[in-house]
């Protein structure tokens, strides 16, 4: 069994969570109230913001010039791409760039960021693809099934979020990340399989959070 099998057996009762949550599923049928959205798309913003740095890291330990590349396009397609989405969204709700920069994470945005951030600047190559990896396939994942839906990539609002995400593009970048996690893994020792394992799994769990965190606009409990 390759490695990536492994992790997406051990996390599969988590992603199915993912796909049954109130908010993956308004999206899905367009019943998502846009002021959770509105909160998803400001945290997603300074998310983005971080997980480009994990990019810039992975251009750094890379080996070769390939994967080097790799993690360059992938910087990239971050900061035009996905995020350029983002900065349209906003647009749509009138929040301004300066606001998007300036707005402040929420808790589960930053031990989210500050994690991954964390394995990427302290550990192996294989340990920083292990904490990334979840948020491509799973968001993939999430794009392929809320597409196969009747009508919902043409909805007004929600409709380019998924076709971005379920969009061959993102696919190839999900599924050469699964290839980099089985080739640096190849003829490794159990126990350090059994890290990136744990890895793999939090960044899983992050995600769920995150969907939830949107969901119920979640900031500090202090300042409710
Ligand atoms: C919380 C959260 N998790 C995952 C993604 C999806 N995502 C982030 S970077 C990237 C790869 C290339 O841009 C993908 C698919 C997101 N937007 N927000």
Redesign the pocket.
């Known amino acids: 069994m390759k490695f990536s099998e492994r992790l997406y057996e051990n996390v599969l009762p988590i992603w199915q969570k993912n796909h049954a949550h109130p908010f993956v599923q308004g999206m899905g049928d367009g019943s998502l109230d846009k002021n959770k959205f509105r909160f998803y798309m400001i945290q ?1 913003y300074l ?2 913001i971080e ?1 480009a740095k994990v990019f810039a890291l992975g251009a750094v330990k890379a080996t070769d010039l390939k994967t080097m590349g790799k993690f360059a396009t ?1 910087l990239d ?2 900061l035009n791409e ?1 995020m350029e989405l983002h900065r349209q969204y906003a647009k749509k709700f009138s929040v301004t760039l300066e606001e998007l920069e300036a707005a402040k994470p929420s808790p589960t945005t930053l031990a989210y960021t500050h994690y991954m951030l964390h394995v990427s600047q302290n550990g192996t190559l294989a340990e920083l693809v292990a904490a990334l990896l979840p ?2 396939w799973s ?2 994942e999430i794009g392929k099934d809320l597409n196969s839906r009747e009508g919902a990539s043409e909805h007004e609002f929600y409709g380019e979020w998924i076709s971005m ?1 379920a969009s061959e593009e ?1 696919g190839q ?1 999900a599924t050469w990340c699964i290839d980099l996690m089985d080739e640096l893994t190849g003829g490794k020792p159990e126990v350090e399989l059994e890290k990136l394992e744990e890895i793999f799994l939090n960044t899983t769990r992050f ?1 769920y959070m ?1 969907w939830d965190m949107a969901f119920n606009e979640k900031m500090w409990p202090t300042d409710e």
């Open positions: 997603d998310y983005l997980y992938l397609s971050t996905e948020c491509m968001y993939w995400y993102f970048l995600e995150f």
